[in-house]
């Protein structure tokens, strides 16, 4: 007993007094020394036995890092080149000759483990858990300097530093988050497929100062968790309530794989237990890591019982990751899609928020949302709150459900097979009230068809209603409008109504020539504003306009929709 004691003294002042230019002889690794994962040498101990330096297993192989010894199961506080592939078991860890510490791999390639010019003559593991590297009298290089998700008691983190979290508790490759020290002295905590902007942030120590320099995140050996500037005081950010009867105890800060940033205490009772606390987290709600929940999906729950869900139809990437984000599972984008008759439904889903970059605001009343979005071919969903309708575009990210946001959100959905088509309306604004004119002129491809549709006189007579597709008009980018055009601009384009193509129930169709180019274009003059004439008319826009938003920039879902509507059908001039 007392021997143990001793030991554990001895631990402790390793601990507390380790120090940079002093190495300490105790556990010294010389030149020539190897590992390998299935020799019984596979790590380099710390003199405490707490941490070892050596292959741990990965996925079916293995991979190179720094562990703390524990039960059921160790834990990994830095790995080596963390995103390369596992190595298999006949790989080896030198400290060469040469005095370079390196892997070599079973296919022959030496990867470095530490990338220093300098020439090693020894190498420790150290008890506090950093990998060291001598050149005789001083540290050339050591793990504590490029930390991963995980920082120690003795370790800094300092700008332009960072900790990324690992994939999962194992697999310790780059995971989904990362803790930045910034220059501006804030330690801020992003997802990683961020741009890392304010946005992007979910979690900031609110450390700002003026000094750019000496900032640094670290523990004392209470394991109190601090900042450090060279001008201010050390600002606490978190405490340990040292739990172990006076026993060794372990401070870790790791980010976790979920993106929770969390103070652990790891207590050393004796060779078999050793006990885990969390000290305390960045955040106690799940839901609150921007990103938790990938694109097009929501976050729900409180605590650490979070869920991810789908918006209304989206479909899990990777079912059995639901974090990873959702897919649309329409095949085509919504527009094309479409036969006619058939529409789009629209799923309501209360208390949803997400970031709000939207494309389009409305000053819309709560139920004309919906039908706005339905109407939008550009439009996936639209967030009715705080009395305006605003339009998105998946993908949609950081989305929670939160019970106290008043909000409404309209997912336009495939309708199940069962339910009614919906009706779709276009609102055109006719200037007189006597007569509708709308002028249709053709993208390229549409054109073609209707030149194609001239030449070879397949000229219809009922339904004569043309659409535009100025590149101008819809971009590329997806800007879509339907552009109203003034009668005297009308009347214009068609030279006072010259020639007529044809004439239907509703009216007689003219050539016209848009002013912006040469574009043909035909325009039909209704005869009589009848409500069966105007609702026609709409019935008609509609289901053409859906047609048209559709596929007109891919060559692809053009020849998709000849098919389903065969040039004749629809361009009956
Ligand atoms: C760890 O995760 C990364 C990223 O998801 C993946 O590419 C890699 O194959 C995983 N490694 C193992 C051993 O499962
Ligand atoms: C220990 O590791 C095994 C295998 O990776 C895992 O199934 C188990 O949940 C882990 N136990 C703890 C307490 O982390
Ligand atoms: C390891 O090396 C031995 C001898 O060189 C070889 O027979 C064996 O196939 C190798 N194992 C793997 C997993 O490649
Ligand atoms: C080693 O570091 C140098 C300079 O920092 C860098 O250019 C080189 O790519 C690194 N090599 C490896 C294998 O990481
Ligand atoms: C070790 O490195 C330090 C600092 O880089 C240098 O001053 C010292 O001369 C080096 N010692 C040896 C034996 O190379
Ligand atoms: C961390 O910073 C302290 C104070 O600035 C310094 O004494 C210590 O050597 C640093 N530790 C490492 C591992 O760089
Ligand atoms: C821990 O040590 C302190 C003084 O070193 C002592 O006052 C305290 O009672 C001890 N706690 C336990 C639980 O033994
Ligand atoms: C280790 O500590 C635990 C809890 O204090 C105790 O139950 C167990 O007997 C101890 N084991 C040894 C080998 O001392
Ligand atoms: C909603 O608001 C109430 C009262 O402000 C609060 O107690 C509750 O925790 C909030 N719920 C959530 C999920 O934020």
């Known amino acids: 007993m007392a021997l143990v004691s001793g030991l554990l003294l001895l631990m402790l002042s390793i601990l507390f007094e380790e120090a940079r230019t002093q190495p300490n002889r ?94 090693a003559a020894s190498a420790s593991m150290l008890d506090s858990g950093n990998f060291v590297l001598y050149n005789g009298s001083s540290i050339i290089w050591q793990s504590f300097d490029y930390p991963t998700d995980t920082i120690l008691v003795g370790q800094n983190l300092t700008y332009p530093d960072k900790l990324v979290s690992s994939v999962s508790s194992s697999n310790h490759s780059s995971g989904r988050f990362f803790i930045a020290m910034q220059e501006d002295g804030n330690l801020v905590a992003y997802p990683t497929n961020s741009a890392g902007l304010s946005v992007d942030a979910y979690w900031a120590s609110d450390t700002y100062q003026d000094s750019k320099k000496g900032l640094s995140l670290y523990f004392n050996h209470q394991g109190f968790l601090f900042m450090d500037t060279v001008s201010k005081k050390p600002v606490l950010l978190a405490r340990s309530s040292y739990p172990c009867n006076n026993k060794t105890a372990i401070f870790r800060a790791t980010l976790d794989a979920d993106g929770i940033f969390r103070l652990y205490s790891h207590c050393l009772e004796n060779k078999t237990s050793r006990s885990v606390r969390i000290e305390w987290s960045a955040l106690n709600n799940q839901c609150d890591v921007r990103g938790f929940c990938d694109f097009n ?197 068609t030279s006072g109504f010259m020639e007529e193509l044809g004439r239907g129930s509703i009216g007689a169709v003219y050539r016209g020539t848009m002013p912006r ?10 005869e009589k504003v009848l409500d069966e004439g105007e609702k026609k008319f709409r019935a008609e826009l509609g ?23 065969p040039c004749r059908s629809f361009i009956p001039v």
């Not at 010389?30 to 070892?52: E, V, Y």
């Not at 080596?80 to 005095?99: C, K, M, Q, W, Y």
């Not at 180019?517 to 209704?526: C, E, F, P, Q």
């Open 26 to 119: 105790f556990g010294e690794i010389h030149l020539g020394s190897q590992l390998s994962p299935i020799s019984n040498l596979d790590s380099w101990q710390s003199p405490s036995g707490n941490f070892a330096f050596g292959f741990y297993s990965q996925g079916n192989g293995f991979a190179v890092g720094i562990w703390m010894m524990g039960q059921p199961n160790n834990t990994v506080v830095w790995t080596a080149n963390r995103d390369d592939e596992p190595v298999s078991f006949n790989a080896t860890i030198h400290l060469s000759e040469e005095g370079k510490l390196l892997l070599r791999t079973e296919q022959g390639n030496e990867n470095l483990i530490a990338n220093v010019s300098e020439i």
């Open 297 to 493: 999906s929501y976050c729900s729950g409180t605590g650490t019982n979070a869920d991810c869900s789908c918006y209304p139809g989206f479909a899990f990437n990777d079912p059995s990751e639901k974090f990873s984000g959702c897919y649309k599972n329409v095949p085509e984008s919504f527009c094309t899609g479409t036969k006619e008759g058939q529409m789009y439904d629209v799923i309501t889903v209360e208390n949803i928020l997400f970031e709000r970059y939207p494309y389009s605001v409305l000053d819309e009343k709560k139920n004309n949302c919906g039908l706005s979005c339905l109407e939008d071919c550009l439009c996936d969903v639209a967030l009715y709150m705080n009395e305006r309708c605003e339009k998105y575009t998946a993908p949609i990210r950081y989305g929670i459900k939160d019970v106290n946001e008043s909000s409404i959100a309209f997912f336009k959905v495939k309708p199940t097979p069962a339910a009614p088509p919906m009706s779709l309306t276009i609102i055109i604004e006719s200037k007189k009230s006597l007569l509708v004119f709308l002028a249709i002129a053709f993208g390229s491809v549409t054109f073609l068809c209707f030149v194609i549709a001239i030449s070879t006189f397949c000229v219809y007579r009922d339904r004569a209603y043309l659409y535009e597709k100025l590149s101008g008009i819809i971009s590329l980018a997806g800007e879509f409008t339907l552009r109203s055009f003034s009668y005297s601009e009308l009347e214009k384009a």
């Open 517 to 526: 180019g040469d574009r043909t274009v035909a325009v039909k003059r209704l």
């Open 543 to 565: 289901s053409v306009a859906w047609f048209l938003c559709g596929g007109l920039s891919e060559g692809s879902r053009l020849r998709v929709l000849e098919k389903r509507h």
